[in-house]
Every structure is written in C-alpha cells, then in structure tokens.
Antibody, heavy 125, light 107 residues
Framework: EVQLVESGGGLVKPGGSLRLSCAAS????????MIWVRQAPGEGLEWLSY????????YYADSVKGRFTISRDDARSSLYLQMSSLRAEDTAVYYC??????????????????WGQGSMVTVSS | DFPLTQSPSFLSASVGDRVTITCRAS??????LAWYQQRPGKAPKLLIF???TLQSGVSSRFSGSASGTEFTLTISSLQPEDFATYYC?????????FGPGTKVDIK
C-alpha cells in the first residue's frame, strides 16, 4: 500500500525546536518531489515547503523561511521538517504529501496525490 | 507569489444539488491548478489536477474547468459524502499556495 506516515509532533515551548518525520512506503520514494503543508486549528491549508526528488530545488513559504528546514533521506524513504524558533502561531497539524508525477508533466503541472495522516504540533508555554 | 481567491467561502446545499465553486488566480498559472476535498479531521484528497483532469478513483460527478485565470469545480449531483471543504491550489510556481477554501454544508 502506498502511504505516508508522519511522526514527531507534540508540545513544545515557544522558541523551541522539533523535527517532524514522514515515512514513505509502497513506492519508490527517491523519484518523487515532496511538500509539507500545515493547518492551524479551524483554519485553511498553508503550503510550507517543497523539495525536489534530487534535493536540488527547495522552496519555503515566507512564514517559515529561515526557521524551518526541509530535507530527505532517500535511503530511509523519509522526509523531514526541522522546525526551530517555534511560535504560538506555528501550532497546527502538519502534513507531508507526494507530488504525483516523478517527472514534471507540462500538460497538468504538479499535483499532490498521497498525503499523510497529519502530526499535531502545539507551541505553548 | 500567486494568491488565489475562492468563492463562495461557504455554501449550503441539498443532496442532489448542482454545486459550483470558483477559484481565481491573480495572474496566468497556465491551467496548473488542483482541487482538493477535505473532510473534518482528515487529510486533503486530490480531486482534479491540470484544472480539468479527474484523479483516478474520484467520482465522475466532480469536474473542473478553466477560463483564463478563473477556475471552476462543479459537483453535478451533491451526495452526502461530498459535504466537506474544498481547496484550490496553484501549482505553477512555488510557493504552491492554496485558496482559502469553500465549505459545503447541508441545507
């Protein structure tokens, strides 16, 4: 079964750090670009970061740039999000998701077809 | 950045109704737009990509269309399982921003 499973969430104090993991199974992880998305309680989806299959293209939302770092370990079929200088407004469910096409499709562009179940991060003193 | 707007932000409809949700991009995104459905407490589910291509396994009552920078998601006959929040996402250029969402509720 193709799936993504996030882990590493929890309660952290403001200014603290946390590392989220996203374990992939059922597909050849190394060939796919990945993203992190979060959703604050009662709010909409917020795209956070993108990493290409070769890690040569990495992008961040302005809201997390300089504080969060996306990375991947293809040998472990895992995606990571290192979060530092956490703030109360970072409280959210964090999802990882897979870009459905191993190679960019010029007709349809990107699309994210496989999502993890989400990992809750709470930033509070 | 390529901000997206969605309308309406909320709609109340009945089972069997035809429902249309609109997403507008601030500039040309070359039809690189995806639609997602999210039920409460669940992860988003991809419905449509490339503005109009139905994702495998998704019911054919969902369809997408595009006209310039205006994109439409249509549900031809609303079913009980369709009551959810719908998001568009531009996938032309990073940041791959989402629209603010449209909540579809039971009338």
């Amino acid at each position: 079964e193709v799936q993504l499973v996030e882990s590493g969430g929890g309660l952290v104090k403001p200014g603290g750090s946390l590392r989220l993991s996203c374990a992939a199974s059922g597909f050849s992880f190394s060939g796919y670009s990945m993203i992190w998305v979060r959703q604050a309680p009662g709010e909409g989806l917020e795209w956070l970061s993108y990493i290409s299959s070769s890690s040569n293209a990495i992008y961040y939302a302005d809201s997390v740039k300089g504080r969060f770092t996306i990375s991947r370990d293809d040998a472990r079929s895992s995606l990571y999000l290192q979060m530092s200088s956490l703030r109360a407004e970072d409280t959210a469910v964090y999802y990882c998701a897979r870009d459905m096409n191993p190679y960019f499709d010029a007709l349809t562009g990107h699309a994210f077809d496989i999502w993890g179940q989400g990992s809750m991060v709470t930033v509070s003193s | 950045d390529f901000p997206l707007t969605q309308s309406p932000s909320f709609l109340s409809a009945s089972v069997g109704d035809r429902v249309t949700i609109t997403c507008r991009a601030s500039q040309d995104i070359r039809n690189y737009l995806a639609w997602y459905q999210q039920r409460p407490g669940k992860a988003p589910k991809l419905l449509i990509f490339g503005a109009s291509t139905l994702q495998s396994g998704v019911s054919s009552r969902f369809s997408g269309s595009a006209s310039g920078t205006e994109f439409t998601l249509t549900i031809s006959s609303l079913q009980p399982e369709d009551f959810a929040t719908y998001y568009c996402q531009q996938v032309d250029t990073n940041p791959f921003a989402f629209g603010p969402g449209t909540k579809v509720d039971i009338k």
